[in-house]
């Protein structure tokens, strides 16, 4: 490749001759793309150096990003410069999302217009649309398994219903969330159709293999991600006569990275969703995008320099859009999505608090918040200008990745603690201790680990109180899915709802019938909106209503104060009681306290906890039940109902 030195005179003249396409009308663009150009020729390097077709694919790559720039819309040049003025936008406390299958939700893309409204009035106004592009129907993963990165699904609608939407939801002030599935494509797109039909150009987009040599060397590593349905990481394709990764299922080929064209064709993808007004890229499971033998081929080197160039381009050519790493992996790894070392925030600005989610469960189950209190240590390192997504649960199963040392330290057996853990949650017919019902979702004999499926209603216990008729059990319910709610909306980061969750849905089993669904459990929680179940949530008393106005009147609370934006980690309070977990947020002087009782009996607190933080106060307002607490002496209380939870300032 050509030296680095040299790389931004020959642009410059490239560009002169307007063999890159025209750039001149937009002087921002030039700069930002000679400002970036040095790290994206490095990084691209560092990759790709040693490939025959390096040279080549960097200079298309530019043309890619001027090419990207100069199919921008105006009015979204105008909102990246807008962004660009108020800070870090994405940290901002008046965001808040949810999650939604456009079919399930609306029926619809034409339907969404008109389903705004509600959700406007939740105060939700940041939208992930679940996947839409196309995705053949019964080997679809959720949409995961794309067989056109640029085409709208028949089924949901059209590419300009979805602009016309989107523009729609920027005049409203709101957001938008998709995603770009990176890691594998669907085995009906283009490029997997060309590869089985014997293209060898196409074939190397992929990992093919003819015999099981390699597949061999790679299967002794890795893990198997879907187990019960999809155990191993190659399927044989007969029609090509080869081996081909299917890390998933063996409907979902994995790309082949380290071939320099697979990346920039995704680039120009990832260009093409920021042009269609996409405001943060869910970039689906990063953390398998590079592979190597020996190793599990999850977080290598390679995968993280790659998100680092992603970024690069990014910024050059479609600035507003933020980029989100869907990387549910150990705490220890997690951080590290965030950018280490000269990139610290610098590769993606967001993550899941994936582990945080799962603790909560774990807390939930257990009434104790040791565990969560052990594995503080590596959250909370996450850098200034990165931000979490923070979530009860999503579309995909709860998967209990943090330590077994965090177990452990908590004086815990880890096989056990999981093992009871697991049996709290699944439904068995056996459950004398558990309220829950959920299901286990890819149980692996070999190892023992499985995630767990279930809507949060079920999991909290609302669908066997309404089944037993029992009001005690629905209001504990009740109780148990706010307590969640609010432990995850007021965490920090970015609160990610799942949509149904606002009105209780409890587990929809009808996905058995459907020989396309039927071997992922997951489906049990991506329930199908009944809109007359929604309009329950106007009268006054219902389960519909209790939950959502209790949803809504959280979003305000945290909407009113921006000492709720994610601008500093937070710092959890003493545990003096093991079962409440409490957090302090803090800007400038200004702080809250938010403390969550994880038993389902009454738990007391010492005063001294907040004496302890250092900050004197007197009388504390509680911004959710609005009463006031006066702080008493040390061995005195602040007493937390069964599953109580309190937003405290000082007044
Ligand atoms: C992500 C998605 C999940 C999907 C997988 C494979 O983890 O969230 O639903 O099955 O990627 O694309």
């Keep these: 490749m050509h030296p680095e030195s040299l790389i931004n005179d020959k642009i410059n003249q490239l560009l002169k001759e307007n063999r890159l396409g025209k750039t001149s009308a937009d002087k921002a663009f ?11 020729h490095r990084l691209f390097g560092e990759i790709y150096s040693a490939h025959p077709a390096a040279e080549d694919q960097f200079f298309q790559l530019i043309v890619s990003l001027v ?27 008046e965001l808040a999302g949810m999650s939604l299958y456009v079919d399930r939700f609306a029926g619809h893309l034409k339907s969404m217009p008109d389903k705004l409204p509600y959700l406007e009035d939740l105060g939700v106004n940041f939208l992930h649309i679940m996947p839409i592009f196309e995705s053949p129907a019964g080997e679809s993963d959720g949409g995961y398994a794309v067989s056109d990165f640029r085409k709208v699904d028949a089924r949901f609608g059209t590419l300009e219903e979805l602009i016309s939407l989107r523009k729609k939801m920027h005049h409203q002030g709101m957001y938008l969330m998709l995603d770009i599935v990176l890691n594998h494509t669907s085995h009906h797109h283009e490029w997997a159709r060309k590869a089985k039909s014997g293209d060898s150009y196409y074939q190397d987009f992929f990992y093919t293999y003819d015999n099981r040599w390699i597949p061999n060397e790679f299967d002794a590593a890795m893990p198997d991600i879907f187990p019960e349905s999809a155990p191993g990481n190659f399927t044989w394709n007969e029609e ?33 969703y920021g042009n269609l007004g996409v405001d943060l890229l869910r970039i689906d499971a990063p953390a398998f995008i590079w592979k190597k033998t020996g190793t599990s081929s999850q977080n290598l080197t390679e995968a993280h320099t790659l998100l680092r160039l992603i970024k690069q381009c990014v910024q050059v050519a479609t600035p507003g859009m933020a980029l989100l790493g ?12 965030f950018g280490t070392g000269e990139f610290i925030a610098q590769e993606c600005d967001f993550a899941y608090n994936a582990t945080q989610m799962a603790l909560q469960w774990d807390m939930l189950a257990s009434g104790e918040t040791q565990i969560m209190l052990n594995a503080q240590h590596e959250i909370l390192k996450k850098p200034y200008g990165t931000s979490w997504i923070t979530y009860t649960r999503c579309h995909d199963d709860i998967g209990l990745g943090y330590d077994d040392y965090m177990i452990a330290q908590a004086g815990k057996d880890p096989y056990q603690h999981r093992k009871f853990l697991k049996e709290y949650y699944s439904f068995s017919g056996e459950q004398w201790m558990s309220p829950a019902r959920g299901a286990l979702f890819s149980s692996n004999p070999k ?31 009740i109780q148990k899915i706010l307590m969640m709610q609010a432990h995850s909306i007021f965490l920090g980061g970015l609160p990610m709802l799942f949509y149904g969750d606002e009105i209780g849905y409890t587990n929809d089993y009808s996905y058995q019938n459907d020989p396309g669904k039927s071997y992922d459990n997951r489906w049990m929680h991506r329930p199908i909106i009944d809109w007359e179940k929604v309009a329950k949530a106007k009268t006054e008393g219902t389960v519909e209503n209790r939950i959502f106005s209790a949803l809504k009147k959280m979003l305000q609370i945290r909407k009113q104060r921006d000492l709720f934006s994610d601008l500093s980690n937070i710092t959890w309070m003493g545990p003096h009681n093991i079962h409440i977990a409490g957090f302090v947020r803090r800007k400038g002087n200004e702080r809250v306290y938010c403390l969550y009782n994880f038993s389902d009996q009454a738990a007391y607190l010492t005063w001294y906890a907040f004496r302890e933080q ?27 109902a069964p599953h109580g939870f309190v937003i405290l300032e000082p007044k």
């Design 30 to 40: 030039e700069s930002r793309l000679f400002d970036h150009l040095p790290l994206i």
């Design 67 to 93: 090419q990207g720039h100069q199919s921008r819309e105006k009015a979204l040049i105008k909102r990246d410069q807008e962004k660009a003025k108020n800070g870090i936008w994405y940290l901002s406390n």
């Design 240 to 272: 090509m006569g080869k081996w081909v990764m299917t890390v998933f299922h063996s409907y979902q080929w994995d790309l082949n990275y380290t071939n320099p064209i697979v990346f920039r064709e995704m680039m120009e993808n990832i260009l093409f």
């Design 326 to 337: 869907e990387a549910i992996v150990a705490p220890k790894e997690i951080m590290n999505y």
């Design 447 to 477: 190892t023992g680990d499985a995630r767990i499926s279930g809507t949060l209603a079920s999991l909290c216990g609302l669908e066997k109180a309404l089944i037993e008729n029992s009001p005690l059990g629905i209001d504990q319910s």
């Design 614 to 640: 250092g900050e004197g106060a007197e009388v504390l307002l509680d911004m959710w039940a609005e009463t006031e607490y006066r702080i008493g002496p040390d061995h005195e209380y602040l007493i937390l």
